[in-house]
């Protein structure tokens, strides 16, 4: 089972191996003997590289992060060792970055992986640590036009790939360089480094990118013009339909999109050097097409905005091939683009008047150099959600003033959200509200509500039979939703409990995974969470939702991986159940089985 460790056994299941509700534990008791008030409260350590002989890692910079206190800074001597001095109790986590190598933290696994928090309490108070920072990678190569001179200027940037549930997927690194970009030198040099171990696609965005309106002459047009400088009066001939051209993002070894470039491979701290592709120009083309206007809606009051239509994981995550931009449609409701690089996209038309109610249009257009015409968007009403706020509560009265309500749509691709109308959600008085304008998609509910005596969470939002919360819910052309249900409460929910090896002492190395027992919501990330034990092997949990779970202890996982179904076969096929009621504090204290195997 590829990299994991899974705990089968229970402290707190010790009669029956069930998982019961417990009370919270008491704070372990003070020794009346030993005096705290002056002993230091300190995180101190030292840093090396990560080698096979490891070197001080000098003028590192160390950040002691806690929840609800301000970071503390400092940096490493000429010995690595640091310092933070006089800190309050808490749990902190401890990051360390330096040009060159890759940010960790303190346990971390991997630079992209939570670390271990560290505890200070009144029993302990001082804490010494060791980390090790491993040298980044690097990624190097020269940009070049379509005639071999180097692209100064232009902009190269690294993608990480992995697999997800089998498919091929890219994602930012979390590497200022490889995030913005580096800008390629007089010579077209591009360096990329202080990268993370792993596979990675490159692209480079050429700096005079954006709509091409480059025109390139025909043969005839040429020899029209040798002509017509030995014969002034002859005219040009130019040909019915001109070729445009314009530069556009490229993928290494010289391909328009992410799912074909190829795959670069670096081990930690290797150099990849001669990682060379051209930048080129690529045929452009002009999209034509007319909006049919209902006879209260001036032209003018149309706005268009044309944006790359989202296709497969690794394509949305990829680079975008052109610049957007908003256009007005002409008097007649006829509207062009030009200088349109290659790619999928959407048109959509918006009409957001005062008399009038929003209106909306799309057309999906895919452009493979040639020019498209007759692209038709006919503008019709968007779409109402209409329901009831509800409230389950202890210990407060029911809300009265619903102003500070908000309610969203959010599509469940990931994609921008898409508003109609100047104020799309009303919450009447009696809690009732008007979700107005809303285009046909699948989407997801986020809501938010808080009044003086309360911050309420959003429990579950009914929509069309399902939880639109935890499942996106399909809304479709000619729906008419009125009795949607988003139900708020004040009763909130915490797991939390130890996690020790099967000698009774603390297990920090590990994370503790936390998912639904029904398969139909792992795709819910309010349900599917992880945490890191503390130094002290504590771990808590909190805002997780009422409900059946399993529950899993691993070496490594992050939370791209939580995506991945077959791993969460894996996970569920050996974890254990236990269920969280409303209002509930659980304890469940959990120990790893002898003779874990990864």
Same mark, same amino acid.
């Given at each position: 089972?590829?990299?994991?460790?899974?705990?089968?056994?229970?402290?707190?299941?010790? %009669?029956?191996?069930?998982?019961?509700?417990?009370?919270?534990?008491?704070?372990?008791?003070?020794?009346?003997?030993?005096?705290?008030?002056?002993?230091?409260?300190?995180?101190?350590?030292?840093?090396?590289?990560?080698?096979?002989?490891?070197?001080?890692?000098?003028?590192?910079?160390?950040?002691?992060?806690?929840?609800?206190?301000?970071?503390?800074?400092?940096?490493?001597?000429?010995?690595?060792?640091?310092?933070? %001095?006089?800190?309050?109790?808490?749990?902190?986590?401890?990051?360390?970055?330096?040009?060159?190598?890759?940010?960790?933290?303190?346990? %971390?696994?991997?630079?992209?992986?939570?670390?271990?928090?560290?505890?200070?309490?009144?029993?302990?108070?001082?804490?010494?640590?060791?980390?090790?920072?491993?040298?980044?990678?690097?990624?190097?190569?020269?940009?070049?036009?379509?005639?071999?001179?180097?692209?100064?200027?232009?902009?190269?940037?690294?993608?990480?790939?992995?697999?997800?549930?089998?498919?091929?997927?890219?994602?930012?690194?979390?590497?200022?360089?490889?995030?913005?970009?580096?800008?390629?030198?007089?010579?077209?040099?591009?360096?990329?480094?202080?990268?993370?171990?792993?596979?990675?696609?490159?692209?480079?965005?050429?700096?005079?990118?954006?709509?091409?309106?480059?025109?390139?002459?025909?043969?005839?047009?040429?020899?029209?013009?040798?002509?017509?400088?030995?014969?002034?009066?002859?005219?040009?001939?130019?040909?019915?339909?001109?070729?445009?051209?314009?530069?556009?993002?490229?993928?290494?070894?010289?391909?328009?999109?992410?799912?074909?470039?190829?795959?670069?491979?670096?081990?930690?701290?290797?150099?990849?050097?001669?990682?060379?592709?051209?930048?080129?120009?690529?045929?452009?083309?002009?999209?034509?097409?007319?909006?049919?206007?209902?006879?209260?809606?001036?032209?003018?009051?149309?706005?268009?905005?044309?944006?790359?239509?989202?296709?497969?994981?690794?394509?949305?995550?990829?680079?975008?091939?052109?610049?957007?931009?908003?256009?007005?449609?002409?008097?007649?409701?006829?509207?062009?683009?030009?200088?349109?690089?290659?790619?999928?996209?959407?048109?959509?038309?918006?009409?957001?008047?005062?008399?009038?109610?929003?209106?909306?249009?799309?057309?999906?257009?895919?452009?493979?150099?040639?020019?498209?015409?007759?692209?038709?968007?006919?503008?019709?009403?968007?779409?109402?959600?209409?329901?009831?706020?509800?409230?389950?509560?202890?210990?407060?009265?029911?809300?009265?003033?619903?102003?500070?309500?908000?309610?969203?749509?959010?599509?469940?691709?990931?994609?921008?959200?898409?508003?109609?109308?100047?104020?799309?959600?009303?919450?009447?008085?009696?809690?009732?509200?008007?979700?107005?304008?809303?285009?046909?998609?699948?989407?997801?509910?986020?809501?938010?509500?808080?009044?003086?005596?309360?911050?309420?969470?959003?429990?579950?939002?009914?929509?069309?039979?399902?939880?639109?919360?935890?499942?996106?819910?399909?809304?479709?052309?000619?729906?008419?939703?009125?009795?949607?249900?988003?139900?708020?409460?004040?009763?909130?929910?915490?797991?939390?409990?130890?996690?020790?090896?099967?000698?009774?002492?603390?297990?920090?190395?590990?994370?503790?995974?936390?998912?639904?027992?029904?398969?139909?919501?792992?795709?819910?990330?309010?349900?599917?969470?992880?945490?890191?034990?503390?130094?002290?092997?504590?771990?808590?949990?909190?805002?997780?939702?009422?409900?059946?779970?399993?529950?899993?202890?691993?070496?490594?996982?992050?939370?791209?991986?939580?995506?991945?179904?077959?791993?969460?076969?894996?996970?569920?096929?050996?974890?254990?159940?236990?269920?969280?009621?409303?209002?509930?504090?659980?304890?469940?204290?959990?120990?790893?089985?002898?003779?874990?195997?990864?």
């Amino acid at each position: 089972m590829r990299r994991l460790i899974i705990l089968i056994g229970l402290i707190a299941a010790a %009669a029956g191996g069930t998982v019961t509700a417990q009370r919270a534990q008491r704070p372990p008791q003070r020794d009346a003997r030993v005096n705290t008030v002056n002993s230091p409260t300190e995180i101190s350590g030292i840093i090396v590289t990560d080698e096979d002989t490891p070197q001080p890692v000098r003028r590192a910079e160390v950040r002691a992060i806690v929840a609800g206190g301000e970071p503390r800074t400092t940096f490493t001597d000429a010995s690595g060792r640091f310092v933070f %001095a006089n800190l309050p109790t808490g749990r902190y986590t401890i990051q360390a970055s330096k040009a060159g190598f890759v940010r960790t933290a303190y346990g %971390a696994k991997r630079h992209d992986r939570p670390g271990t928090p560290v505890t200070l309490s009144d029993t302990d108070r001082s804490q010494v640590l060791q980390m090790r920072m491993a040298r980044g990678s690097v990624i190097t190569g020269r940009i070049v036009d379509e005639f071999g001179q180097p692209a100064q200027g232009a902009r190269v940037r690294a993608q990480v790939v992995r697999m997800i549930n089998g498919e091929r997927t890219v994602s930012q690194v979390s590497v200022p360089g490889a995030i913005f970009g580096e800008a390629t030198d007089d010579r077209g040099v591009y360096r990329l480094y202080g990268l993370p171990a792993g596979e990675y696609v490159i692209s480079a965005t050429p700096r005079n990118s954006g709509w091409g309106d480059i025109r390139r002459l025909s043969e005839a047009e040429i020899s029209a013009a040798e002509r017509a400088v030995e014969q002034p009066r002859s005219l040009l001939e130019p040909e019915a339909q001109p070729v445009t051209l314009g530069y556009t993002a490229m993928f290494f070894p010289g391909v328009l999109s992410a799912t074909e470039a190829g795959v670069i491979s670096v081990k930690r701290g290797e150099e990849r050097q001669g990682i060379d592709f051209p930048i080129q120009f690529v045929r452009t083309s002009t999209i034509e097409g007319n909006v049919i206007l209902p006879a209260t809606v001036r032209p003018e009051a149309v706005q268009l905005l044309m944006l790359p239509r989202r296709i497969g994981s690794a394509g949305s995550a990829g680079i975008v091939n052109f610049s957007s931009t908003n256009r007005r449609v002409g008097p007649d409701g006829r509207f062009s683009y030009t200088g349109i690089t290659p790619g999928a996209y959407t048109i959509s038309a918006r009409v957001n008047g005062d008399d009038t109610p929003p209106l909306w249009a799309n057309a999906d257009v895919d452009v493979n150099g040639q020019n498209v015409s007759g692209v038709t968007l006919a503008l019709q009403e968007g779409l109402n959600i209409s329901g009831q706020m509800a409230f389950e509560m202890d210990g407060v009265d029911p809300p009265t003033l619903f102003s500070r309500a908000r309610l969203n749509l959010v599509p469940a691709d990931g994609g921008a959200m898409i508003n109609l109308g100047r104020n799309t959600t009303q919450v009447a008085d009696s809690g009732r509200f008007d979700i107005t304008g809303v285009i046909p998609g699948r989407y997801r509910v986020v809501a938010s509500f808080n009044t003086p005596e309360v911050n309420w969470i959003l429990k579950s939002a009914v929509i069309k039979g399902r939880d639109a919360v935890d499942v996106p819910f399909e809304l479709a052309a000619g729906d008419a939703i009125t009795d949607a249900v988003l139900t708020f409460t004040n009763r909130t929910q915490e797991l939390t409990g130890t996690l020790q090896d099967a000698s009774k002492r603390p297990a920090p190395d590990y994370t503790v995974v936390v998912f639904p027992a029904d398969r139909a919501l792992w795709g819910a990330t309010r349900r599917v969470r992880t945490t890191r034990p503390g130094t002290d092997g504590r771990f808590s949990i909190d805002t997780l939702p009422a409900g059946a779970y399993r529950i899993a202890a691993v070496v490594d996982i992050g939370a791209e991986e939580l995506e991945d179904q077959a791993l969460l076969e894996e996970l569920a096929a050996a974890s254990i159940p236990f269920t969280l009621a409303e209002g509930e504090t659980k304890v469940q204290d959990l120990r790893l089985a002898s003779g874990g195997k990864s």
